[in-house]
């Protein structure tokens, strides 16, 4: 490594770094603009009790999804936390355009895995990939697609993305097995690891 490669790396991530400081700061605004609007609802005598309930609603998404976020924001090694096969299954997507159930992690596909972890950049990064958007309504070993972890989780915003996205917590009906061998087959058998 040369002097200047080094240099050229280091202005990247710092870069980045300032980039992802600059929208954290964005979303921070906005984040406050909208509990603000909250509290400021709370005073609105205009509105039903209906319409009242639905712009809370409304707002109280918006805020989960600017803190989820926010939260995919401040986090320094974004790729630390990702599991070796889920790099992998995304290598593969990337240089090959597949990501087979057979490749599957414990029975999960990348989107499984990002779906459980809150990781959105994930689910974006492999629906910007060839086939990657027909994905969305895919089922792991356990007939799950990635909405119903979201959903289950508690992850609103990640859920509206989805939903927005065409997923389906109901995937129409195929075995995920079905095009596995025996032992891949065995090896789906296995649990999801357990969600922190």
Same mark, same amino acid.
């Given at each position: 490594? /040369? ?17 992802? &400081? ?9 984040? *406050? +603009?909208?509990? +603000? =609007? &909250? ?8 509105? &039903? ?28 090694? /974004? ?19 597949? #990501? ?9 596909? @990348? $989107? *499984? ?13 492999? &629906?910007?990939?060839?086939? !990657?958007?027909?994905?969305?309504? /895919?089922?792991?070993?356990? !007939?799950?697609?990635? =909405? ?8 609103? !915003? ?7 996205? !065409? ?9 995920? $097995?079905? %095009? #596995? %061998?025996?032992?891949?087959? +065995? ?5 999801? @690891?357990?969600?922190?």
């Amino acid at each position: 490594r /040369t002097f200047a490669h080094g240099l050229r790396e280091w202005e990247c991530k710092h870069d980045l770094d300032l980039e992802r &400081r600059t929208s954290g700061s964005g979303v921070e605004a906005s984040l *406050h +603009a909208l509990r +603000a =609007l &909250r509290e400021e609802a709370e005073t609105r005598q205009e509105l &039903r009790p209906e319409e009242f309930q639905q712009v809370k609603e409304y707002l109280v998404l918006q805020v989960q999804r600017c803190q989820e976020e926010l939260d995919l924001l401040r986090r320094h090694c /974004t790729l630390v936390e990702v599991p070796e096969p889920i790099v992998d299954s995304l290598i593969r997507l990337v240089s090959e355009g597949v #990501c087979s159930s057979r490749d599957w992690a414990s029975g999960a596909s @990348p $989107l *499984h895995w990002s779906a459980q972890k809150g990781r959105r950049d994930i689910i974006e990064f492999v &629906r910007a990939q060839e086939g !990657g958007a027909k994905m969305l309504n /895919t089922q792991d070993h356990l !007939g799950r697609t990635p =909405l119903s972890y979201a959903e289950e989780l508690e992850r609103r !915003g990640l859920a509206h993305y989805l939903r927005a996205e !065409g997923s389906s917590a109901l995937a129409p009906f195929s075995s995920p $097995l079905a %095009s #596995c %061998s025996v032992s891949a087959a +065995a090896l789906a058998l296995g649990a999801l @690891p357990a969600s922190p």
